[in-house]
């Protein structure tokens, strides 16, 4: 028996790692573990029991030990050091006129490598820069490009909600996300109500749509001519939620009237709903 883990870095990075059913770790310890020859310090915030033999490590990781004491200093060091990394990759960057952002510079473990991420509107070639930078630092530097949705996870925030950015507290894989659900919920279409804190659209349109979507589908669409008990009228909105719509009859009144209680004369398409139903 094993454990497979998802340990995370400092960077926001996941690695899967093996890791002996001995070894004692759970989810939430900071742990040290081999990735491709190199010691990283992460924390396990997923841990699952494996039947078999551990099998060969091939692309995975493998958890080395539980930290202690000493690797947290070390690994406390290793943030001092990397900020100080940091302003020597800025300076560099700024003399070469790289258009690029650094979100973040993080060492590993042992030192042995700088890892370097950051953003860039365009495509940047980094790898005299990283020569330079190596020679100066002495050590292996690694520059890595990232999108906007990912400098975000990493950087963290506050949403428009008032809570911590999704993407740097619990969400770990990102979904597309599109206008149509922000259309599908009736939102504002406009940056302020639909864009999140990385500029892209929020990754919590996601999390309704498939709701509002089916309960949609219960209700005439925007601009149906429908008739109901006061007479007959046109969609002009709905409360999809509430199963509500509000439609303006042909007398000219304004009216809220219960969704289940209105029949389509005319779907916003132009075709009669009353002659599909003779077919």
Request: aromatic share 4%; charged share 30%.
């Given at each position: 028996?094993?454990?497979?883990?998802?340990?995370?870095?400092?960077?926001?990075t996941?690695?899967?790692?093996?890791?002996?059913?001995?070894?004692?770790?759970?989810?939430?310890?900071?742990?040290?573990?081999?990735?491709?020859?190199v010691?990283?310090?992460?924390?396990?915030?997923?841990?699952?029991?494996?039947?078999?033999?551990?099998?060969?490590?091939?692309?995975?990781?493998?958890a080395?030990?539980r930290?202690?004491?000493?690797?947290?200093?070390?690994?406390?060091?290793?943030a001092?050091?990397g900020?100080?990394?940091?302003?020597?990759?800025?300076?560099r960057?700024k003399?070469?006129?790289?258009p690029?952002?650094?979100?973040?510079?993080?060492?590993?473990?042992?030192?042995?490598?700088?890892?370097?991420?950051y953003?860039?509107?365009?495509?940047?070639?980094?790898?005299?820069?990283?020569?330079?930078?190596?020679?100066?630092l002495?050590t292996r530097?690694?520059?890595?490009?990232?999108?906007?949705?990912?400098?975000?996870?990493?950087?963290?925030?506050?949403?428009?909600?008032?809570?911590?950015?999704?993407?740097?507290?619990?969400?770990?894989?990102?979904?597309?996300?599109?206008?149509?659900m922000?259309?599908?919920?009736?939102?504002?279409?406009?940056?302020?109500?639909?864009?999140?804190?990385?500029?892209?659209?929020?990754?919590?349109?996601?999390?309704e749509?498939?709701?509002?979507r089916?309960?949609?589908?219960?209700?005439?669409?925007?601009?149906?001519?429908?008739?109901?008990?006061?007479?007959?009228?046109?969609?002009?909105?709905?409360?999809?939620?509430?199963?509500r719509i509000?439609?303006?009859t042909d007398?000219?009144?304004?009216m809220?009237?219960?969704?289940?209680?209105?029949?389509v004369?005319e779907?916003?398409?132009?075709?009669?709903?009353?002659?599909?139903e003779?077919?």
């Amino acid at each position: 028996m094993y454990r497979m883990l998802e340990i995370q870095l400092e960077d926001g990075t996941l690695l899967k790692a093996l890791s002996p059913a001995e070894l004692a770790l759970h989810t939430g310890d900071q742990c040290v573990a081999d990735w491709h020859h190199v010691p990283e310090y992460g924390k396990v915030i997923r841990l699952v029991e494996q039947e078999g033999e551990m099998p060969a490590k091939g692309g995975h990781a493998v958890a080395l030990r539980r930290a202690t004491l000493q690797d947290q200093a070390r690994a406390k060091e290793n943030a001092v050091v990397g900020r100080m990394a940091a302003r020597t990759v800025a300076k560099r960057i700024k003399t070469a006129k790289l258009p690029v952002h650094i979100v973040q510079v993080r060492y590993s473990f042992d030192r042995a490598v700088l890892h370097i991420t950051y953003t860039s509107e365009e495509k940047v070639e980094c790898g005299e820069t990283a020569r330079a930078l190596s020679s100066e630092l002495r050590t292996r530097v690694e520059m890595r490009s990232i999108g906007v949705r990912d400098s975000a996870r990493l950087i963290g925030g506050m949403g428009i909600c008032g809570r911590n950015l999704c993407c740097r507290t619990w969400l770990k894989e990102f979904d597309g996300v599109s206008v149509k659900m922000a259309k599908v919920q009736r939102l504002a279409l406009n940056p302020s109500s639909i864009g999140g804190a990385c500029g892209r659209l929020k990754c919590c349109l996601r999390y309704e749509f498939d709701c509002y979507r089916r309960l949609g589908e219960r209700l005439p669409g925007d601009g149906a001519r429908v008739s109901c008990p006061s007479g007959e009228g046109c969609v002009v909105d709905k409360d999809v939620l509430r199963q509500r719509i509000r439609i303006r009859t042909d007398d000219g009144r304004v009216m809220d009237v219960d969704g289940g209680s209105v029949s389509v004369v005319e779907a916003e398409g132009g075709r009669t709903g009353r002659n599909k139903e003779k077919r």
